[in-house]
T-cell receptor, first 114, second 111 residues
């Protein structure tokens, strides 16, 4: 079982460059999430998608866009990368109908913006 | 908005001693609470969750958590720590569409 797969695992960008982080899950989950993890700040929610075709802002959406391409895939785009976006990015998925269902996480993308 | 707080960013214990990692929550309505663990260079892994019912929840790797409604707490515990338990631990709260995490507590278990 692949679970949640993120690509790439590592990326270095120059300030102003754009890129898309990819996430795919094979568990038929409705809800998908993008988080960023920074030291001392835990995981902060960037965007989430409760179902195909819907997306909503989380705590820190500025500078990011997302696309829920289909039920399996949820991508995160940085249009013009900034050093403040240097972080580790995690994608997660879960069932939406039950709030007591745990989430499954990808391995993370370590992004450095120079 | 719902939230969780982890008041300690670091917990150190000796191997074989009991451990506690603290979490407090703020929700409207029923709380759906979780603990996750993160090992170096890995994603988060589910440990255990609170569903209405028993206040003592048992999870993976010998961990358990105690739900206390009056103190709005959900502390993670283990009777006897192992060196391999050293990791970053996150408390989380969930509603139907949203999932929020605490800042994390780094647990170090020394031999």
């Amino acid at each position: 079982n692949a679970g949640v797969t993120q690509t790439p695992k590592f990326q270095v960008l120059k300030t102003g460059q754009s890129m898309t982080l990819q996430c795919a899950q094979d568990m038929n989950h409705n809800s998908m999430y993008w988080y960023r993890q920074d030291p001392g700040m835990g995981l902060r929610l960037i965007y989430y998608s409760a179902s195909e075709g819907t997306t909503d802002k989380g705590e820190v959406p500025n500078g990011y866009n997302v696309s829920r391409l289909n039920k399996r895939e949820f991508s995160l785009r940085l249009e013009s990368a900034a050093p403040s976006q240097t972080s580790v990015y995690f994608c997660a998925s879960t069932v939406v109908e039950d709030s007591n269902t745990e989430a499954f996480f990808g391995q993370g993308t370590r992004l450095t913006v120079v | 908005a719902q939230s969780v707080a982890q008041p300690e960013d670091q917990v150190n214990v000796a191997e074989g001693n009991p451990l506690t990692v603290k979490c407090t929550y703020s929700v409207s309505g029923n709380p759906y609470l979780f603990w996750y663990v993160q090992y170096p260079n890995r994603g988060l892994q589910f440990l255990l969750k609170y569903i209405t019912g028993d206040n003592l929840v048992k999870g993976s790797y010998g961990f358990e958590a105690e739900f206390n409604k009056s103190q709005t707490s959900f502390h993670l515990k283990k009777p006897s720590a192992l060196v391999s338990d050293s990791a970053l631990y996150f408390c989380a709260v969930r509603d139907i569409n949203d999932m929020r995490f605490g800042a994390g507590t780094r647990l170090t278990v020394k031999p």
